[in-house]
């Protein structure tokens, strides 16, 4: 499942909602789609900057309930280089003005490592990846079932926004999406559908 956010802060004019997401993946899923190794317990989160706008994702954050420390998958597209277990500021900039308050789980955040811009997800094919335990959930449906309700939250830090160069927070929408899968799936089942059903039509 992937989802949107939703711009926290105003500090910069460009409003970078539209090219902001997180993907939240079971093993299976992850394992497939990234060689990883995840186990049965475990979650991925694909962080991804859609690069409209230049900027720079430098800080993840994840309130609450799962089960850390995360641990940090670089570069599992393009370059990234993070650190798991912790992050600086250890609270979402602003988080304590969105409602409910977004109290960040220190040891589950991760953050950018020191160094140049390009270490942050700040082009379209960066992908960081960050590996997490389900914790108090039981599967990857009730991961799901937490984001949609809004009691599992993703906020995210993201510096040198556009011209100015600031910095603005953005925090996951809670509605859960249908994949794009499914919606190219049903498109083309459909489409076989009506071409068998024509099929049929001209062979009688």
Not at 105 to 127: L, R
Not at 187 to 200: E, I, K, N, S, V
Request: hydrophobic residues 40%.
């Amino acid at each position: 499942m992937t989802y949107g956010f939703y711009q926290l802060t105003n500090t910069n004019v460009e409003n970078l909602s539209s090219q902001l997401s997180i993907t939240v993946w079971d093993s299976a899923g992850a394992n497939a789609q990234f060689g990883t190794s995840l186990l049965s317990s475990q979650i991925l989160f694909t962080v991804k900057n859609n690069v409209g706008t230049a900027s720079n994702i430098a800080e993840v954050y994840f309130d609450d309930g799962l089960l850390g420390p995360s641990v940090v998958l670089n570069s599992l597209g393009g370059f990234t280089n993070f650190s798991g277990g912790g992050a600086n500021p250890g609270n979402l900039p602003a988080g304590n003005t969105a409602t409910p308050a977004f109290v960040a789980t220190q040891n589950f955040s991760a953050d950018v490592n020191p160094g140049p811009p390009p270490n942050g997800v700040n082009a379209s094919n960066d992908i960081l990846g960050i590996r997490l335990g389900l914790g108090g959930f039981a599967d990857f449906n009730a991961v799901n079932a937490a984001v949609a309700s809004g009691d599992l939250r993703f906020g995210l830090h993201v510096r040198s926004i556009g011209v100015a160069g600031g910095s603005d927070s953005y925090i996951n929408t809670s509605v859960v999406p249908i994949p794009p899968a499914v919606w190219l799936l049903g498109t083309a089942l459909a489409g076989l559908a009506g071409r068998r059903w024509l099929r049929r039509k001209l062979s009688s």
